[in-house]
Nanobody, 115 residues
């Protein structure tokens, strides 16, 4: 079965950095649009960033200039480099893989930004 496994979350101080990874299996990774979403307590899940197979990235305004999404097709893995983290970035971060009618989610990884 398809698996998306996130890692790299944790507790970080404001201004710090984290790098999230999402390793996938049993999908033709290279053709999928990969994305990161997040959900804070009491809020709806929101888009953070996406990267299609062609590589043109898209970011939420709130993370532009601070976060970078990238992909390694050889490793079937997508990354999210998060710099200059703020308390409002605290959320569960989810990996997403989407192509045609197929849409898969990971289990999420917690990111907490606090001093």
């Amino acid at each position: 079965q398809v698996q998306l496994v996130e890692s790299g979350g944790g507790l970080v101080q404001p201004g710090g950095s984290l790098r999230l990874s999402c390793a996938t299996s049993r999908i033709v990774f290279s053709i999928y649009t990969m994305g990161w979403y997040r959900q804070a307590p009491g809020k709806q899940r929101e888009l953070v960033a996406t990267i299609p197979s062609g590589g043109n990235t898209n970011y939420a305004d709130s993370v532009k200039g601070r976060f970078t999404i990238s992909r390694d097709n050889a490793k079937s893995t997508v990354y999210l480099q998060m710099n200059s983290l703020k308390p409002e970035d605290t959320a569960v971060y989810y990996c997403n893989a989407r192509w045609d009618s197929s849409n898969y989610w990971g289990q999420g990884t917690q990111v907490t930004v606090s001093s």
